[in-house]
């Protein structure tokens, strides 16, 4: 079992910045990879960011040189790192950790980020 817990979204002017956390804790030794995901309003979840073990990482054309993910592996945390955001990033941002063996996906509750003037 694996639980995440999203933080750190909220409302940016565009052009802004915004960092958000997903702490991980549970069975983390059966997580190969974690990232986030979104789903902009009235439209499906879509991928954003991933990264593995090994810090491979895997980006989303729409978020390529905006967005940076990483991950403090002794804090069991993941964060996505967003600049120069835009309105249409407007979405719920989820957190998300893949298990290999399962292939079972583990989500966090989800966390707003609203970019407006």
């Known amino acids: 079992q694996v639980q995440l817990v999203e933080s750190g979204g909220g409302l940016v002017q565009p052009g802004g910045s915004l960092r958000l956390s997903c702490a991980a804790s549970?069975?983390?030794?059966?997580?190969?990879?974690m990232g986030w995901y979104r789903r902009p309003p009235g439209k499906q979840r879509e991928l954003v960011a991933t990264?593995?073990?090994?810090?491979?990482?895997n980006y989303a054309d729409s978020v390529k040189g905006r967005f940076t993910i990483s991950r403090a592996n002794d804090k069991n945390t993941v964060y996505l790192q967003m600049n120069s955001l835009k309105p249409e990033d407007t979405a719920v941002y989820y957190c998300?950790?893949?298990?290999?063996?399962?292939?079972?996906?583990?989500w966090g509750q989800g966390t707003q980020v609203t970019v407006s003037s």
């Open positions: 549970g069975s983390l030794f059966s997580v190969n990879a």
């Open positions: 990264i593995t073990n090994g810090g491979r990482t």
């Open positions: 998300n950790a893949h298990t290999l063996m399962s292939g079972y996906n583990y």
